[in-house]
């Protein structure tokens, strides 16, 4: 397997990869995702009569890349999960097309073409894919190229100059979550992410999930590798399920050691606890372990319900959004 250090990140999904020795090795994925995202927008810049509303944009930056966006007919609506796919098609001068979902959430819909654009600025092969297949659900390896197409879409959706002017005249905070996002037409969890990553202080947001850590299961016998009903486990050494750390999206000067790893989980006296059981905004200030060498992590922390929410959710243990100022 192919390893690529780049930009302080090791990558090693092969389409990454390939994208950064396209480039000689010279600039991180990152970068080219902006060099690219904003060579779309100086040209979107250049249109005239661009339209205001989000859907619009978004279109004519897909055009821009090259790619018509469509309307799914009934047979894609009623068949496709995602708010929008893309097919690579030839001719027409067209690259192919986007097709997305009437149906959903016009605001998700906005940024998963965004994403599907990011998607074109890599290659794309079935070694790739069937990297990402063998990968454990949610890992950072199986993610690499899902993140950073996130990462684009972003810088798509809410431009980033103009993202911190709406945030410096709104405040920081996740009751100025929804201001913000009805400027750029963006969902509440992708607008909150956007005010986290593009602070100029310390800054994180991410989503947390009530699930089991890696391994375990709500049958003790399988987490502990016991094969038959004869050997006695105590109550104590019953695994439970907690609120674990699946998303983080941190600023530019966020610490790294102070990264809350994959899958951590945050203690029970966590405000992310305390949004769960409220449904409301909840707020303070705690101390986060990291597992590493005896550090833990200091921050100001807000909680709140996603407002989406999977079909498959425990009602009364919701995914929760935080954000986060470190103190560290």
């Known amino acids: 397997m192919l390893v690529r250090k780049s930009g302080g990140r090791q990558y090693s999904d092969p389409d990454v990869v390939a994208i950064i020795d396209d480039s000689g090795g010279l600039l991180d994925p990152r970068s080219l995702i902006c060099?690219?995202?904003?060579?779309?927008?100086?040209?979107?810049?250049?249109?005239?009569?661009?339209?205001e509303d989000a859907l619009g944009r978004i279109t004519i930056l897909a055009s821009l890349a090259g790619f018509?966006?469509?309307?799914?007919?009934?047979?894609?609506?009623?068949?496709?999960?995602?708010?929008?796919?893309?097919?690579?098609?030839?001719?027409?001068?067209?690259?192919?097309?986007?097709?997305?979902?009437?149906n959903k959430p016009m605001t998700r819909t906005v940024f998963s073409i965004a994403h599907e654009i990011t998607h074109s600025f890599f290659p794309t092969s079935r070694t790739g894919a069937r990297f990402r297949s063998l990968c454990k659900?949610?890992?950072?390896?199986?993610?690499?190229?899902?993140?950073?197409?996130?990462?684009?879409?972003?810088?798509?959706?809410?431009?980033?100059?103009?993202?911190?002017?709406?945030?410096?005249?709104?405040?920081?905070?996740?009751?100025?979550v929804d201001q913000i996002a009805q400027e750029f037409g963006t969902s509440f969890e992708a607008t909150l992410?956007?005010?986290?990553?593009?602070?100029?202080?310390?800054?994180?947001?991410?989503l947390a999930r009530f699930r089991y850590r890696k391994g375990e299961?709500?049958?003790?016998?399988?987490?502990?590798?016991?094969?038959?009903?004869?050997?006695?486990?105590?109550?104590?050494?019953?695994?439970?399920?907690?609120?674990?750390?699946?998303?983080?999206?941190?600023?530019?000067?966020f610490p790294t050691q102070s990264v809350v790893p994959w899958n951590k989980s945050f203690p029970e006296t966590s405000r992310i606890y305390q949004a769960a059981q409220s449904g409301v905004i909840e707020r303070?200030?705690?101390?986060?372990?990291?597992g590493r060498q005896g550090?833990?992590?200091?921050?100001?922390?807000?909680?709140v319900s996603a407002?989406?929410?999977?079909?498959?959710?425990?009602?009364?243990?919701?995914?929760i959004l935080f954000l986060l100022r470190t103190h560290n």
């Open 307 to 319: 407002p989406f929410q999977p079909p498959d959710i425990n009602p009364e243990r919701p995914e």
């Open 193 to 206: 992410y956007r005010m986290a990553t593009t602070a100029n202080f310390p800054a994180a947001a991410g």
């Open 295 to 303: 550090k833990d992590l200091v921050c100001s922390i807000e909680a």
């Open 137 to 176: 659900e949610g890992s950072r390896e199986g993610r690499e190229l899902e993140v950073l197409c996130d990462f684009g879409a972003s810088e798509l959706t809410m431009p980033r100059r103009g993202f911190r002017l709406a945030a410096e005249r709104f405040g920081f905070g996740i009751v100025f």
């Open 217 to 253: 299961s709500a049958d003790p016998r399988a987490s502990t590798g016991f094969l038959f009903g004869c050997n006695e486990i105590g109550t104590d050494e019953i695994p439970l399920p907690k609120y674990r750390r699946q998303s983080f999206h941190q600023s530019a000067s």
């Open 35 to 51: 060099h690219r995202v904003n060579s779309l927008l100086k040209q979107l810049e250049d249109f005239e009569g661009a339209p």
């Open 68 to 102: 018509d966006v469509k309307r799914m007919d009934a047979v894609q609506q009623a068949h496709e999960k995602q708010e929008a796919v893309l097919m690579y098609t030839c001719g027409n001068g067209k690259k192919g097309t986007i097709f997305f979902n009437p």
């Open 284 to 290: 303070g200030t705690e101390v986060i372990p990291l």
